[in-house]
């Protein structure tokens, strides 16, 4: 008798276990549509906030809302009224509001020509590879992107026929899983994947953080141009890390002030 007491009560316990965990699990669906972006809100759009939208159809609206992230789609034929989805880098760029997350459709090449980035903004690539997305600097541009705040570029292959890829000014500007390209030519010696120009500490209002410009590079593959990085003031390279695959050479490295 002692022996079946003891088994239905651990019967019991199993099923009340289980039947807790399936209701806890449950409990996020309970949510408002307004509570659950927020929260999505907190997640690295990639690859976090992008999985989110592989849960279900809810999840795929509100993770692909445009409150969290704007979107470039290179043919919006059949997207003309729908909200946050915009033609080219430059028309999004203008339209985000700081701390947004821009989302570049992948296939084909974006035209990037002396984009002037003045907001704290995240750039992504919307393909698996970053050579998906390519964000093309034709040869009368100075550079494709010029940074003058913090800013993030992800999963994106941002190519120059001369000049520069990434003109930073000011903030701070991370790469991440990048792929950078100087296209070879005569007039090669004169070109350089990333310039930096910033010589000074930014200091922001008294209610933030003072916070050091400079440039983080993660897992980036750098490619042609006279050498990787030109700075000027007293920025200087630090932290090389480089790894040597079959085809390509990734990057880990910081500029920072001395």
Known sequence: MEEDKIKQTKWKRRSSSSSSSKSSSCLINNLDDGCLMHIFSFLPPIPDRYNTAL??????FLACHPRLWLRVERSIKDRLEEPGVFPDIETAVAAARPGDTILIAAGGRHLASNIQIKKRLCLIGGGELPDETTLFCSRASDSALELLSTCKLANL????????????RNGRLTIEGCVLQCESNPLDHLSCPIVSTASAQTVFPSSMKCSKDGVSVFRTRIEGGAKAVL???NLTLQRVRVIYARTSIFFWFDVEHQ
């Open 55 to 60: 849960v279900c159809h809810r999840w795929l």
């Open 157 to 168: 292959t941002v190519k120059a026929e001369l000049g520069c890829c990434l003109l930073h």
């Open 231 to 233: 700075t000027s003031g």
